[in-house]
């Protein structure tokens, strides 16, 4: 089958952002995790803490720099392969995407700083106020990209009349009415991925036989992270469901297989499709979806049905919302049972099977922010501009995209292997407890 410029073109943004999403994710929420780790390791004055904020450090530097290519590439590939789309939308949203770049900058310059000033401070506090600026920079980058995904799905600050712009209002434009909810689900989200991941890492290394204090620290502060984080994140959930409901409400009824407008409308979870539009096999939740959308268990909930055929997205998104519910579930019941575990002394909050469980969360944690984008991004389809321009208007007409797609495909395999190659390298046989006892008895 051949692809067209318009395919080909979202295949390429979808593998950009696929690969960065990841790095992005680090970028965002490690820093938290870092600055709190040292946070206790002064007000404690305890190494452990403190050794691991400084190899946390270590590896996220390293994301970072391939955060870095990978955003570069997104803002080229926004130029090259959607032009029509960033000559409307350009002149509305080029202040977030300014105040994106300045962000990071505001970041890297601290991190720098922050890198290079570890024992320089006669009050150790001094360095730790350092990674607060960090943190700062790093989430409000999220927050100003996401501003421009959110006015992508409800569009507003702009009058467009015969195809020119007038009356643009940048500000209105960036605090359009998805920005709270898209804001609080992206930094709730990260911050959870991040402390899965990093606990994830420790949990493997208790799994290796590395039993020491460092390692059972690393756990138990990431696990409590985690389960603060996925509560957070579940409420985040709960009010991108209302602001769906309210805003885009063909993509909350493709999502949930929803089609005939209805009061007391079921929540439907998983399930089967067939080519008659016939749920099979789905676990229905009386009245719920009507609860979540309306906070009201009679609400009336508007149905696929209502829409023109050509402006709904595809229903396979049904599978995306699943996917990412049931990874939500896991991260917030594998962190409580390790608390649990923890706190009663009966349990062994060390056993195989639950530290194997805290290692799938980090994937999972992953894996639920990719099929939460393609939720969101394919769930705006046809619309890249919502009610203004579809997705074939926005695109290139030029030749030579997939040439384009595949150099950057051979540019993200790189990338992955290299970072891959050089977090193993930086941490392979240089163990914490050696690390441990050369830096804080020499």
């Not at 579809?390 to 290139?396: I, P, Q, S």
């Not at 390298?425 to 008895?441: G, H, I, Q, S, T």
């Amino acid at each position: 089958m051949e692809l067209d410029n318009v395919m080909l073109a979202r295949l390429l943004t979808t593998t950009t952002l696929a690969f960065h999403i990841i790095f992005a994710t680090i970028g965002v929420g490690v820093p938290v995790m870092i600055s709190i780790a040292e946070y206790i390791g002064i007000k404690r004055k305890d190494p452990h803490y403190l050794l691991l904020a400084r190899r946390w450090t270590r590896g996220f530097v390293v994301t970072v720099a391939v955060g870095v290519v990978t955003g570069t590439c997104i803002g080229l590939q926004l130029s090259l392969l959607w032009p029509s789309f960033m000559k409307i939308a350009g002149q509305i949203i080029s202040l977030p995407l300014f105040l994106e770049t300045f962000a990071f900058f505001f970041e890297a310059i601290f991190l720098g700083i922050y890198l290079y000033t570890w024992d320089r401070f006669k009050k150790p506090l001094y360095h730790w106020l350092l990674s607060i600026p960090v943190i700062i920079g790093s989430s409000a980058s999220a927050f100003f990209i996401t501003t421009v995904n959110a006015f992508m799905n409800t569009p507003q600050g702009f009058q467009l009349e015969n195809g020119v712009i007038t009356a643009i209002d940048p500000i209105q434009a960036m605090f359009n009415p998805a920005t709270p909810s898209k804001v609080l689900h992206v930094l709730t989200s990260a911050y959870l991925a991040s402390a899965l991941i990093l606990g994830m890492i420790a949990a493997f290394q208790l799994l290796l036989g590395r039993t020491g204090e460092y390692y059972k620290k690393s756990l138990k502060l990431t696990m409590v992270c985690g389960f603060v984080f996925a509560f957070l994140t579940a409420v985040a959930g709960d009010i991108s469901a209302k602001f769906l409901a309210k805003h885009q409400p063909e993509k909350l009824a493709a999502g949930e297989w929803h089609f005939e407008t209805e009061k007391g409308a079921d929540l439907l979870l998983y399930g089967i499709l067939d080519e008659n539009n016939e749920v099979k096999y789905a676990i229905r939740l009386p009245n719920m979806l009507s609860f979540l959308s309306f906070s009201d268990f009679n609400a009336e909930v508007k149905g696929l049905n209502e829409f023109p055929e050509d402006e709904r997205p595809p229903v396979w998104i049904h599978y995306m919302f699943d996917i990412m519910v049931t990874i939500g579930i896991y991260t917030v019941v594998v962190p409580f049972l390790y608390l649990i575990f923890d706190k009663l002394k009966a349990f062994n909050p060390h056993s195989k099977w639950l530290l194997w469980s805290i290692v799938l969360g980090g994937p999972l944690s992953l894996i639920a922010i990719e099929v939460g984008w393609i939720f969101a991004e394919v769930g705006r389809q046809p619309w890249i501009l919502r009610g203004y321009m579809k997705v074939a208007e926005g695109a290139t007409t030029a030749d030579n995209v997939g040439l384009m797609f595949l150099l950057f495909i051979a540019l993200y395999i790189v990338l992955g292997v290299v970072c891959s190659i050089v977090l193993v390298k930086m941490f392979k046989n240089k163990p914490a407890e050696v690390e441990l006892e050369y830096r804080f008895n020499k």
